[in-house]
C-alpha cells in the first residue's frame, strides 16, 4: 500500500557528503514517524535518525554529521550525512509508521560505502 524508494547512495572517500533521499507514495503527513536505518556487515540493523511528533533523535555514532529533514512539498525524507568515516558503511533504509495503525513500512535500501 505504501512505498517508500531510497536512492543517493555511493561510494565516497572518508570525510565526503552524500544525500540521501526517500520518496514516499503518499503524504509524508500520513506518517507518525519516519527516519533513517542502517545495517552493516555482520551487525543488527540500527537507527541512524528519526523524526517523530516528539521531535528529533540521532545516533550518538552521527550526531553531528548527519541531518533528517522533510520535504512535505516532494514527499521526501532526506539524511544529509556529512564528514563520513568507513564505520559509516552500510546499506540505509528509510522507515514510516503510517496512519493511523501505525504500519510499519521499509524501502529497499540504498548502498553506501566509505572506502579510501
Known amino acids: 500500500q505504501v512505498q517508500l524508494v531510497e536512492s543517493g547512495g555511493g561510494s565516497v572517500q572518508p570525510g565526503g557528503s552524500l544525500r540521501l533521499s526517500c520518496a514516499a507514495s503518499l503524504s509524508i503527513s500520513s506518517f507518525n514517524a519516519m527516519g533513517w536505518y542502517r545495517q552493516a556487515p555482520g551487525k543488527q540493523r540500527e537507527l541512524v535518525a528519526a523524526r517523530t511528533s516528539g521531535g528529533t533523535n540521532y545516533a550518538d555514532s552521527v550526531k553531528g554529521r548527519f541531518s533528517i529533514s522533510i520535504d512535505n512539498a516532494k514527499n521526501t525524507i532526506n539524511l544529509q550525512m556529512n564528514s563520513l568515516k568507513p564505520e559509516d558503511t552500510a546499506v540505509y533504509y528509510c522507515?514510516?509508521?503510517?496512519?493511523?495503525?501505525?504500519?510499519?513500512?521499509w524501502g529497499q535500501g540504498t548502498q553506501v560505502t566509505v572506502s579510501s
Open positions: 522507515n514510516a509508521l503510517v496512519r493511523p495503525r501505525n504500519y510499519t513500512y
